[in-house]
């Protein structure tokens, strides 16, 4: 460790604050790496009383080539553990095998630990195991290129997340970065509270990434992921996260997405295998001829199904003015492959204004990020008039 309290059973009323840490000496080359500053207490015997870590800066720490060796880490929590208002800036990993990190909580057991209102800066973000009764809110994590903006991993049942809160955290790659995901959620068992996030990343990155055996769905009864809520959690565009794992596992209960028509004709919004159920909800401002598309439709739809199910309108415009807007027709449609799709006409793209898509329900088909204008018709489909 640079500087800081040490590991312990049992830690009581530490606080480190005001303090700056910047690149070691030349002679700090070892394999092992080292933590900034931490208050570490683990375990299930555990206990930390009053640990704080505050208003702290650790910045421009390069690791491997032309650094130190193994690792930095800015701030380590352990049980107990307040992280408040600390900035970790610039912590660079310059080679394969080394990595730097801003906040590091790699000790299953850790428990009411606080992390609120940090800034990490062109670093790589969080990154913790098995913990409970955590609370991370109000922090900014810009990514560095490669890195993961908040990382819960370990995929075995004793490294469970539980009782988590994560509120009101924006994490977003640092300008020109690339391959960064914003949130990476892999352990077996969690319970959590997620809202309010901003969570973006940078391609070939995610904005969310799960493992797809664990993750929550009405395929996967076993899972034992439990989302206690998440809700209003977008990426920089307002819209659906972008995502490494099956499309109808995503979480919460509702999605967006907005986009643009360019031609006239039908486009395809939404796409799932074997079946879906959901609201949707069309909506544009103002549109030619003083019409607006303010309209809803509930559909159930089953590949196998001939039609592919049942649509119908279930909520008309709340404008003033007559008239459908750019949408004139809904569709539910099937490949006859296993898939099933839901479609909308575009009728008339002069002075074209985006269109907001949102879908609503448990069993919610996954948004098409970029819909599909179609050539060609479907094998069976349902149609409704708007």
Not at 185 to 209: E, I
Not at 330 to 336: H, L, M, P, T, W
Not at 339 to 365: E, L, M, W
């Amino acid at each position: 460790m640079c500087f800081g309290s040490s590991l312990a059973p049992l830690v009581q009323r530490t606080v480190i604050e005001d303090c700056i840490v910047t690149q070691p000496s030349p002679d700090s080359t070892g394999t092992g790496g080292c933590v900034a500053m931490s208050i570490f207490s683990y375990g299930a015997n555990s206990l930390t009383y009053d640990g704080i870590i505050r208003n702290n800066l650790v910045h421009d720490v390069n690791v491997g080539i032309g650094g130190i060796g193994g690792h930095i880490w800015g701030y380590g929590s352990g049980s107990g553990v307040a992280l408040l208002n600390n900035r970790a800036a610039n912590l660079i990993d310059t080679s394969v095998g080394a990595y730097a990190q801003g906040i590091y909580a790699d000790s299953y057991g850790i428990s009411n630990a606080i992390v609120r209102g940090n800034v990490l800066d062109n670093v790589t973000g969080y990154n913790g195991i098995g913990v409970t009764n955590m609370v991370m809110k109000d922090n900014i994590i810009h990514v560095a290129s490669g890195g993961i903006g908040i990382d819960f991993y370990g995929q075995s049942s004793n490294m469970a997340i539980q009782n988590l809160i994560m509120n009101d955290n924006v994490v977003i790659p640092v300008s020109g970065a690339t391959n960064t995901t914003a949130l990476s959620f892999y352990p077996q068992k969690a319970t959590a509270t997620v809202r309010g996030n901003v969570f973006q990343g940078s391609p070939p990155g995610y904005d969310l990434a799960m493992y797809w055996a664990y993750a929550p769905y009405w395929g996967n009864p076993g899972s034992q992921i439990q989302w206690i809520q998440w809700k209003d959690d977008i990426n920089l565009s307002g819209t659906q996260l972008n995502y490494n794992f099956n499309p109808q596992d995503l979480p919460g209960d509702e999605d967006s997405i907005v986009f643009t028509p360019t031609t006239a004709g039908w486009y395809r919004i939404a796409s799932a295998s074997s079946y879906a159920a959901a609201t949707i909800k069309l909506e544009s401002p103002m549109w030619a001829g003083y019409q607006t598309t303010d309209t809803e439709f509930w559909f159930r739809a089953a590949w196998n199904t001939s039609p592919p199910g049942e649509i119908v309108e279930s909520r008309r415009g709340s404008m003033y003015w007559p008239g459908n807007g750019q949408v004139s027709e809904a569709r539910i449609a099937a490949d006859c492959n296993g898939s099933v799709f839901v479609d909308i006409d575009i009728t008339n793209v002069s002075g074209a204004y985006p269109i907001t898509v949102t879908a609503k329900g448990p069993n919610r088909p996954p948004l098409l990020i970029s819909p599909i204008a179609l050539t060609n018709s479907p094998c069976s489909s349902t149609n409704i008039t708007l």
